[in-house]
């Protein structure tokens, strides 16, 4: 009786199997868990910008988004979600990190499905429906193209940062996805090219610098226009022209970005290439699948006959064009840094890339001809990926995903607030870029905006007999040698001044030994109340001065 059982449920298990939308949907819950693993870590100091954004006054959300260089339109959409799940509940890290993983999920999804459309064959009596095992190769390329997203790091991060990141990865892949479509047909119906407009424009209004994809979107839709007709041509040129609008728009939103750009050679200057390499696991991923596809064509050469299993030849236009999706926006980036234009040699201005570089990869996986070479690929690939950034031990560890952004600012906050008496003050050293060369005093719109990591969901509550008031967090500016002059206040004698900075401790504790010196030879005598303690990348520490003949 068991057998037999077994024999009644093994076609349903094996039909349930065969269809792709099982193994996309149990990648979407691997990668739901690697996810969720990291929305309760603390917020780092760009996320931290997100939530001053959206804790502000609603009509404040242009301006504060437009002093950390972002487009509001993003942060109107997160304000919302953002609201609607604190009301529900959810505590602050996961309201405002889980529209991105909710982005991301749906990236995995649509490029499992992208790969069922592109790859997986229909089957002639069964047109709207296929089965991996007719497919032959089918089954590799889809798995590789769902965890090779699925268990990358990098994807990881972004899939749970409160950026815009996420969106517009996937906003950028529809883009992609509208020209394949239109690529592969005769005609190009004006709804498409209406449609693939429209999308250009929500990535603008998205991120700005998303223009290094938008830019070879259009150049390959400009490709496609010129082998279809004239008329093609001139709607081409009229959705450049729109498009052309909407970033003349974003431009409106950040009208500072432009002058702010030199701001960003700290982390978005380096043009070497091994810095441009190593910003996407291009050698961890491509490297296996080229070995393997070399050796398929070797073996393949000294056969007279073509083997039992194979494709149906190697899809050179669609290797092609993932080819210039991945390596586009990424060289114009690289080009445009290195050229001294601007500064954008980082991974988040690239992030258009990630998707496409795993589709480029597929379409390679699919132009192996023996199904153990093809398989042998994908698997090594994916090792690859998993050894070369460290994964296996993160795992042996116990952690899931481990810590990702190692700033510990909820942490920090907690322990000031433990600590806290009435009468104490509190600065805050973001080290953020716009704190460089800042004259003193601090305008208050400034001085808010270097504070804003202690005044939005961290921010320290001081309680006292007629009640609870948030304290109002001062901004210490990134010049050590103008710190003494700040905390220097005769009003404040007696106070205890927390300072919270992003840095190690060791960092910070350089930092004090110079406000002392400074402070000592203005008169004041500094004792520190708390040396300096790391919370990861972020340190407290506690200080009071007096009078030298006190």
């Known amino acids: 009786m068991h057998n037999a059982a077994a024999q009644q449920s093994s076609p349903t298990f094996t039909q349930l199997s065969k269809q792709p939308v099982w193994w996309i949907a149990a990648a979407s819950v691997l990668a739901s868990v690697f996810a969720l693993a990291g929305l309760q870590e603390s917020l780092w100091v760009d996320e931290l910008h997100s939530m001053w954004v959206i804790c502000g006054p609603i009509e404040e959300i242009g301006s504060r988004a437009s002093a950390g260089n972002q487009s509001p339109l993003f942060y109107g959409m997160l304000w919302a979600g953002y609201w609607t799940l604190v009301f529900f509940g959810c505590s602050p890290e996961w309201s405002i990190r889980l529209p991105s993983v909710l982005l991301w999920l749906s990236t995995i999804s649509l490029t499992g499905w992208l790969c069922c459309r592109t790859v997986l064959k229909e089957e002639p009596d069964n047109p709207r429906g296929s089965s991996l095992d007719s497919l032959g190769w089918s089954f590799p390329v889809l798995m590789f193209s769902l965890l090779a997203i699925t268990l990358d790091r990098i994807q990881w991060f972004y899939a749970s940062e409160a950026r815009p990141y996420a969106a517009v990865q996937l906003v950028s892949f529809l883009g992609w996805w509208q020209l394949l479509r239109m690529w592969r047909r005769r005609t190009m119906p004006k709804r498409d090219i209406v449609g693939w407009t429209l999308v250009v424009g929500l990535m603008l209004q998205l991120h700005l610098l998303s223009v290094v994809a938008v830019l070879w979107q259009w150049i390959v839709l400009f490709a496609l226009a010129l082998r279809r007709s004239l008329s093609d041509v001139k709607h081409c040129f009229l959705a450049g ?90 060289l114009t980036a690289w080009l445009i840094t290195a050229a001294g234009i601007a500064p954008v040699m980082h991974r988040r201005y690239v992030i258009v890339s990630a998707i496409p570089l795993v589709c480029f990869s597929a379409s390679l996986l699919r132009a192996c001809n023996r199904s153990r070479i093809c398989s042998c690929a994908w698997l090594l690939s994916l090792a690859s990926l998993l050894v070369t950034q460290q994964t296996l031990e993160v795992w042996r560890a116990g952690d899931v995903v481990g810590w990702q952004r190692v700033e510990g600012w909820r942490q920090a906050a907690e322990f000031v607030q433990q600590n806290w008496q009435q009468g104490d003050q509190l600065w805050c050293a973001s080290e953020l870029i716009e704190g460089n060369r800042q004259e003193l005093p601090l305008d208050d719109s400034t001085n808010r905006y270097l504070s804003y990591p202690l005044r939005g969901a961290y921010r320290v509550i001081e309680r006292n007999g007629t009640g609870a008031t948030s304290v109002s967090a001062n901004a210490l500016v990134n010049d050590q040698a103008l710190w003494a ?27 004090l030994a110079r406000v002392q010196s400074d402070m000592s030879n203005a008169g004041f005598r500094m004792s520190l109340r708390q040396s300096p303690v790391p919370f990861g990348r972020v340190s407290v520490a506690c200080l009071e001065y007096s009078l030298v003949d006190q």
């Open 241 to 330: 022209v729109v498009c052309a609008l909407f970033f003349a728009l974003a431009l409106v939103w950040t009208p500072e970005l432009w002058l702010r750009r030199r701001q960003w050679e700290s982390f978005a200057g380096d043009s070497t290439w091994q810095h441009a390499v190593g910003l996407f696991p291009i050698v961890a991923i491509l490297c296996p699948i080229a070995v393997c596809l070399a050796v398929d064509s070797l073996l393949a050469s000294r056969k007279q006959h073509q083997p039992v299993q194979q494709r149906e030849g190697r899809n050179w236009p669609e290797i092609f064009f993932w080819c210039v999706a991945t390596l586009g926006p990424w």
């Open 485 to 511: 002059k700040q905390l220097v206040d005769r009003r404040l004698l007696g106070h205890r001044q927390w300072i919270v900075m992003r840095s190690t401790a060791e960092k910070l504790q350089a930092h």
